[in-house]
């Protein structure tokens, strides 16, 4: 059940991550932003049982996966860097 769970979790969530992508400047995309926008959305995915420590690099990797599909026109690579997502 829990994978089941998981899986609609990021159905529901990742949308509002391409959202914040799409409606951004991929010179401005920011992971500390797109986590104050969408703080209610992100921890409503959860569940209790949820280890804290790992949500934030789920939504680590989550953000530099799809910033990376979207930004696929070869304009720069997305990395993290000191606390923050940042075009190379």
Do not use: C, M
Request: aromatic letters at 12%; hydrophobic letters at 35%; zero cysteines.
């Amino acid at each position: 059940w829990k994978f089941i769970l998981l899986t609609l979790n990021l159905q529901v969530t990742i949308p509002e991550l391409v959202t914040y992508l799409k409606t951004h400047d991929s010179k401005s995309w920011s992971y500390t932003e797109f986590l104050t926008t969408y703080r209610d959305v992100i921890l409503a995915s959860t569940s209790a049982s949820d280890e804290w420590t790992g949500l934030n690099g789920t939504w680590v990797r989550r953000f530099l996966r799809e910033a990376n599909l979207l930004s696929s026109i070869n304009d720069g690579d997305i990395e993290k860097s000191e606390g923050d997502i940042e075009k190379r």
